[in-house]
């Protein structure tokens, strides 16, 4: 089985847009930000049947103006599995690297470590929360998006995918639900929704 992975990448303030997808091997990504958080945080995290973390039945975290961004980018990058989209072995570029497949227990380390606003949106898309939500409640969904680098005044993690590399009935009609507002929107044989 092959893992597609594909990422929006805005170019040069959005003027824009390039989709690339790669064939990265086997459907479960070997040593995704699941694997890398257990390892690095000491969480324990299953690499077998998906994980529901605790904190997908938490309450909505309080907004907090501004958010207390965790600043310790090189962990937080240690988490992310980010891709070469030019395939020049740099992973961020214009300061923003884009990451691939991240599962409900590395998007709960993500919003516990504080490197993950709850409600940053990248511009029509949910909230990071409401995605977070959405990946937990469907095992085998991920969500994809961009880490900004800790020189910009901007740093955040933003989410702007929700993917799974199957789709059934039930994922269809809530993913054409949550995904109403998407910029575009794949449910044939898999599920993509992009947010651009």
Known sequence: MNLAVSAGVAVACGLAVVAVTASLGPAEPAAGPAVVAATTTGIPVSTGVP???ALCDAERPATRDPFPFNRDAARRDRLLPFLDLLGN????AGGAGFFGP????????????KWLDPDDRQNAAPSAWEIFQFVCDHPGTHAQG??????REDYRVSLETVWA???????????????AD?????????LECFWD
């Open 51 to 53: 994980v529901r973390p």
């Open 102 to 113: 991240v599962d409900a227990a590395g998007l709960a380390v993500l919003l516990d470590g």
């Open 146 to 151: 961009y880490a900004i680098s800790p020189d």
């Open 89 to 92: 072995g740099e992973t961020f």
């Open 182 to 190: 998407a910029d575009a929107l794949e449910t044939s044989d898999h």
């Open 165 to 179: 590399p199957e789709i059934d009935d039930a994922l269809r009609a809530d993913a054409l639900k949550f995904c």
